[in-house]
């Protein structure tokens, strides 16, 4: 499925620890939140318009990673990513519907000079990651099917497989359900051109308001593996979504070990590093 009239969002900062692990606690201190969990912002990683730049370039893909020139320290960013449905009152976003969900690899590369986050986010195509098949999402109220799920990543270099993320409840996330949906619309709307973060609504007038969002909802913490293994030429990333009622951790691992995966329940992206 291509996304390529779908406006792109990352939530920076709503899983714990992470932005601290990937050394980008720093970036945000100028960033004001209303309490300590809050997510810090939402970046653009893709927009459908020429005044938007380098963010214009379409960057996902299901199957491949194509390192930058210049890259060092490439990471694996382990998400859920949600496909929404936009609502508009005029040019305003009065709310946010999810309609589908899917594993998704927030690839980053760590840019210690970079002014804004979408610059360490999408240097070209095959920047991002989302897994081919899409599921359908009931809802994301308290409840609703995602909650039974977990987020697993693995990085596969020759012959060895190794945990890159800890394996996390999906509602591990600090902020999830309406509040996170609340909260976007309100960063859609009133975020500003800010430090790392940029206008939202000004990128959404670029893009001529469209109908959808791809929003990805926040890179679970590293394992002391992934925080200090970087992807090379040769590797392989793997990131799965699963039911955590239908399997345990240990089931994935060898999952993902033998590149043999269960057919339903789970969300699977693996992508090959060029």
């Not at 601290?20 to 893709?46: C, H, M, R």
């Not at 899917?102 to 989302?130: F, H, L, Q, V």
Request: glycine residues 8%; hydrophobic residues 40%; charged residues 25%.
């Amino acid at each position: 499925m291509a996304f390529k009239d779908v406006i792109g969002f990352g939530v920076a900062g709503n899983f714990a620890g992470h932005l601290e692990q990937a050394g980008e606690a720093k970036d945000f201190l100028a960033v004001e939140v209303k309490e300590a969990i809050q997510p810090k912002a939402i970046f653009p990683f893709y927009v459908p318009a020429k005044e938007a730049g380098f963010l214009s370039t379409y960057p996902l893909s299901s199957n491949t990673i194509v390192p930058p020139n210049d890259a060092d320290n490439l990471q694996i960013e382990p998400e859920v990513a949600l496909l929404c449905d936009i609502e508009y009152q005029g040019t305003q976003v009065v709310g946010l519907k999810p309609v589908k969900f899917a594993a998704y690899n927030d690839c980053s590369i760590r840019k210690p000079n970079a002014k804004k986050i979408s610059e360490k986010k999408n240097w070209g195509a095959d920047t991002k990651g989302i897994a081919a098949e899409l599921f359908d999402l009931d809802h994301l109220a308290e409840g609703g099917m995602l909650d039974d799920y977990r987020i697993a990543s693995f990085h596969k270099r020759g012959d060895t497989t190794e945990r890159y993320g800890e394996d996390s409840p999906v509602i591990g996330y600090s902020y999830f359900h309406q509040q996170l949906l609340d909260w976007i619309v309100d960063r859609m709307n009133n975020q500003q051109d800010v430090g790392p973060t940029e206008n939202i609504a000004e990128l959404l007038s670029h893009a001529d308001y469209p109908s959808q969002a791809l929003i990805s909802i926040g890179a679970t913490r590293y394992t002391e593996y992934g925080e200090t293994h970087f992807l090379q030429s040769g590797d392989t990333s793997i990131v799965v979504v699963y039911n955590g009622k239908q399997y345990q951790e240990d089931e994935i691992a060898t999952m993902a070990k033998e590149n043999n995966f269960a057919e339903s329940g789970l969300s699977v992206l693996v992508q090959h590093v060029a």
